[in-house]
């Protein structure tokens, strides 16, 4: 008996430092995304530099119960203020468009379009499966090496060390936030979602589609 409390407390022991050690190496990849892009984000937009396309990284425009995404539409304000006050030329936004009732560019699109933004200036990016893919084609594919990305700090910050990580020039405007209750849910996503970041450089990983080039505008 006292040889197997010796055995499950060796192995409780274990177990929880396994735990503690897993939690302190997320908190300090986390710490370091925050760190490196500190100074690439924006809050004020007249602080912000300009520069020819904004990133605007997509997501549902509903909830999962109908009602409408906080997130979504805050990040549509923030491109819309970005090109009002001419702090981009163009407008790229990247998404998801899993399914034929389901394409995240083309709802950005329309609420930029509803919102007094002109179609010529916006391109869609249909192959922005997630963050990592958004940021890497923005550059590859659309030609950007110097770009504005539009989302929440907490997703910014992610963006920015991917792109450089990559060598891209990209800086942050940051959207409104939604409260934590509200989005709590994205929030623990987020955790894992930079744990996969450091994954995908250690990997060597790529989008999941390149493609021919596309030209934006001039540039």
Known sequence: MQRLKSKIKKTSILF???IFIAISIIFILNQLINW????????????????NAALVLGTSQYK??????????????????????DKVNYIIVSGDNRATNYNEPK?????????GVPDSIIYMDFAGF????SVVRCHKVFGQN?????SQKFHNQRAIYIAQSKNINAIGFNAEDVKIKEGMRVQIREVFARVKVFIDLIT???????????QVGNS
């Open 16 to 18: 929880f430092g396994a």
């Open 36 to 51: 490196r892009s500190a100074n690439y984000l924006y809050d004020n937009i007249e602080e912000i530099p300009k520069t």
């Open 64 to 85: 999962r119960d109908g009602t409408l995404n906080k997130y979504f539409y805050n990040r549509i304000n923030a491109a819309v203020i970005l090109y009002e006050n």
């Open 107 to 115: 709802f950005m699109r329309r609420a930029l379009i509803n919102k």
């Open 130 to 133: 997630r963050t990592f893919d």
């Open 146 to 150: 110097n770009f504005t990305v539009v």
């Open 204 to 214: 060597g990983a790529q989008p999941h589609f390149l493609g021919e080039p596309i």
